[in-house]
């Protein structure tokens, strides 16, 4: 799977290509469908996800919640393509997060920060039939765990929808996944992500 990430000046989610969450191998198929669009400014990378969900949980607000028992919208982030490390962002419709770094799953790390929703500017939102979240992410962030990090060239990512605790548990995500279990830590099953240029 291919998604080129645009340069905006700021994000017009008009002008910005939509990728489906088609990707659902383990459970029987169900009423939840999601959709996720990103783009960057050359200092940030934003992200606007939102997901089609009739019943929505949302109870968890603890920084260490596992959010993905919640309705949950998640972004699997490799900013370097040729590095196995990577971020994941786990938002849930009160803007709960987790936030994970690492490579195998042994040696993945829980990441807390003072102020999440402040950092990331995350917003969530309703609409008539689900939910959605935008949420950013600075480069100066990203160049703390990857020093040199640019928007630029290629990078690997995934994004899924989940719902562990949910009425109706689900899993989707945009690049297929190849495992027989439910399992999102799986670099392999990453798609290839671009930055794009800034025109002009």
Sequence with gaps: MFYEIPYRERP??????????????????????????????????????????????????????????????????????RDERYFNFEWNPLGTLYFGFGGARKTRVRQIVPDARALFSVETFATADGWGVTFSIPGQLIRTYFPGFAFEGEAAGNFYKCGDGTRTPHYLAWSPLTSSVPDYHRRQDFGRLTFGKREG
């Design 12 to 81: 017009d989610w008009e002008s910005v290509g939509e990728v489906t969450l088609c990707h659902a191998p383990w459970l029987a198929p169900c009423d939840v469908a999601a959709w996720a669009q990103a783009c960057h400014d050359g200092e940030r990378l934003y992200v606007r996800m939102r997901a089609r969900e009739r019943e929505i949980r949302a109870e968890l607000t603890d920084p260490l919640s596992q959010v993905c028992e919640d309705s949950c919208l998640e972004f699997f982030f490799a900013p370097d393509a």
